[in-house]
């Protein structure tokens, strides 16, 4: 009755609601945390400080189910007192198998997806693809030529612009790309495709362009992974020797592709 609850400092009831003021067991006088659901001992443990005020304790696999119907979601959001929604997890629940996902988000947006099938998709990690226009006359006589990517196929999260990558955060990235070049004559004699970087300079492809070169033309494969620090560039560019001038046309159609590994 509501007498006998309010016999108990810290549980009342108002003919509709239990209200417990302070810490609280279920299947258990509270060992653990604020409230401790407790089925069996899970052994000699103690719950974590920092993750103690719900603690969920079994003696075989024990878990949480947070149900919905079809066609809506179930998830948990960690927030602060500025930020309801500094990240958050959730279930899309859907009669079609193929519709069902997984999705991770932070700060109030989603940034992973694990679809049915188990493929993972994560539409804001740094990916990029960029395509360039015909340049002409800019190698030829040992002239360094940076190319410029103005032309995106995609760039998820915005971190190329022209000529220059820029990495948004630090780890180690993939890059690739091929170059075109023209008007390659039997003078030219030395020819370097170079990824440029903050850090440090690589050339990922070295060749006497009259060896490889058909009807004057050329393309130069390469591709190499770099650690690079948050802010650091990279760029890509392209030299030509043994000509008396800058004759070296870099076509259109040259790509530089990228993203980040880990």
């Not at 999705?103 to 992973?112: L, T, Y």
């Not at 075109?180 to 440029?196: A, D, K, M, P």
């Amino acid at each position: 009755t509501t007498t006998e609850l309010d016999a108990e400092a810290n549980l009342t009831f108002d003919g509709s609601t239990l209200n417990v003021v302070g810490n609280a067991g279920v299947g258990i006088a509270r060992t653990d945390g604020t409230l401790h659901v407790h089925t069996a001992s899970a052994g000699s443990v103690t719950a974590s400080v920092h993750y103690d005020d719900l603690v969920v304790e079994g003696s075989g696999n024990t878990g949480i189910s947070i149900l919905a119907p079809e066609d809506y979601t179930s998830g948990i959001a960690f927030g602060s007192n500025n930020d309801n929604d500094i990240g958050h997890i959730y279930a899309q629940q859907s009669g079609t198998a193929g519709s069902r996902f997984m999705a991770f988000g932070v700060n109030a947006a989603e940034r992973m997806r694990i679809d049915s099938s188990g493929n993972i998709t994560k539409p804001t990690h740094c990916a990029f693809s960029g395509r360039s226009s015909d340049a002409n006359n800019v190698t030829g006589d040992g002239t360094t030529y940076t190319i410029s990517f103005g032309t995106e196929k995609y760039d998820l999260n915005g971190n190329l612009s022209g000529t220059t990558f820029t990495a948004p955060v630090n780890g180690r990235y993939s890059f690739c790309g091929k170059v075109r070049l023209g008007g390659i004559t039997s003078s030219h004699t030395t020819g370097y495709v170079s990824l440029v970087t903050s850090n440090e300079s690589f050339i990922v492809h070295q060749t006497n362009p009259t060896n490889v070169a058909i009807s004057g033309q050329a393309q130069l494969n390469w591709s190499h992974d770099c650690y690079m620090d948050a802010n650091d560039t990279a760029t890509v560019t392209t030299m030509l020797d043994g000509g008396s001038s800058d004759d070296i046309e870099v076509f259109g159609g040259c790509f530089f592709n990228g993203f980040l590994i880990a």
